[in-house]
């Protein structure tokens, strides 16, 4: 058991954050505005918890410009998709 709680990742233990890494995970990438409407929070609330994400290395982003209007697209790494699976894997876990 304790094998498995050590898999546990505490930046998932948020929902709001485990919500944004299973849209990443499924989804080659999402705008701002479309997992602020997704995942029905506020802009500051989810910059709050993209940049979480980011400073464990777990999202990255892409700023551009479309029809002059900012859009910034978000994308779950390599290593944030594994300690994705790792997070989910330990929950199944105990769930057995």
């Given at each position: 058991m304790k094998e498995?709680?050590?898999?546990?990742?505490?930046?998932?233990e948020n929902r709001i954050r485990l919500?944004?890494?299973s849209a990443l995970v499924v989804n080659d990438n999402l705008d701002f505005?479309?997992?602020k409407n997704l995942l029905g929070?506020?802009?500051?609330?989810l910059?709050?918890?993209?940049?979480t994400l980011k400073k464990k290395e777990y999202i990255?982003?892409?700023k551009e410009?479309?029809?002059?209007?900012?859009n910034t697209n978000y994308f779950a790494t390599n290593k944030g998709i594994a300690a994705f699976k790792k997070h989910i894997n330990a929950?199944?876990?105990?769930?057995k």
């Open positions: 498995v709680l050590k898999n546990l990742d505490k930046a998932f919500g944004i890494m505005n479309s997992l929070l506020t802009d500051g609330n910059a709050s918890h993209l940049k990255t982003y892409k410009f479309l029809n002059r209007k900012p929950i199944e876990q105990l769930l």
